[in-house]
T-cell receptor, first 108, second 121 residues
Framework: YVLTQPPSVSVAPGQTATITCHGD??????VHWYQQRPGRAPVLVVH???DRPSGIPERFSGSNSGSPATLTISRVEAGDEADYFC????????????FGTGTMLTVL | EVQLLESGGGLVQPGGSLKLSCAAS?????????MSWVRQAPGRGLEWVSG????????SYAASVKGRFTVSRDNSKNTLILQMRSLRLEDTATYFC?????WGRGYYDEWGQGTLVIVSS
């Protein structure tokens, strides 16, 4: 199972960034999103399509109502510049976990 | 505070072996939490490597490491292990241990800082 993301997305501060995640029948899965800053471990920013962990700003939101799944970052800040990865899990599949190809978000 | 601390990385020759450990603290390292190893080659994306259920009875592997890597856990010592054998150049990466958020949860809510494995002659 392959999850495909655009290699890069660029956005000006204060604007909205949309990062997509394409996969076969992706709407049937729960999609999760991670932010990874250079040299750091990934951080969960959205889980189960559209839920935010505590401590993640409301500016981060997700959707998976139809292909593709999307991560939306509103009112983008310089600190949002990072790599973003989508991920799905299916216990019946081998392998059960798959990460997307990753998107580098650049804040202009 | 939840902490995952990887160790055991280093330089190894092709064909060699290495054992990675992940010491968990700040939570009950038990059957409630499945764990995984995820790696990232230099300048590349995340690649899921291996996973193990909370009880340790079920394991799974990426095709790229199946037959060469073995994942295990010792719940009494709060430790996750990845035994790597027949290492290849393409296994060079930072290896992260990560915690699944709970029973039946498909996402990783806690990550270690990673340990670097370099396979080179």
């Amino acid at each position: 199972y392959v999850l495909t993301q655009p290699p890069s997305v660029s956005v000006a501060p204060g604007q909205t960034a949309t990062i997509t995640c394409h996969g076969d029948n992706i709407a049937t899965y729960n999609v999760h999103w991670y932010q990874q800053r250079p040299g750091r471990a990934p951080v969960l920013v959205v889980h189960d399509d559209d839920d935010r962990p505590s401590g993640i700003p409301e500016r981060f939101s997700g959707s998976n109502s139809g292909s593709p799944a999307t991560l939306t970052i509103s009112r983008v800040e310089a600190g949002d510049e990072a790599d973003y990865f989508c991920q799905v899990w299916d216990r019946t599949r081998d392998p059960p976990d798959v990460f997307g190809t990753g998107t580098m978000l650049t804040v202009l | 505070e939840v902490q995952l601390l990887e160790s055991g990385g280093g330089l190894v020759q092709p064909g060699g072996s290495l054992k990675l450990s992940c010491a968990a603290s700040g939570f009950t390292f038990s059957i409630d939490y499945a764990m995984s190893w995820v790696r990232q080659a230099p300048g590349r994306g995340l690649e899921w490597v291996s996973g193990i259920t909370g009880s340790g009875t079920t394991t799974s592997y990426a095709a790229s490491v199946k037959g060469r890597f073995t994942v295990s856990r010792d719940n009494s010592k709060n430790t996750l292990i990845l035994q790597m054998r027949s290492l290849r150049l393409e296994d060079t990466a930072t290896y992260f241990c990560a915690r699944k958020a709970g029973w039946g949860r498909g996402y990783y809510d806690e990550w270690g800082q990673g340990t670097l494995v370099i396979v080179s002659s």
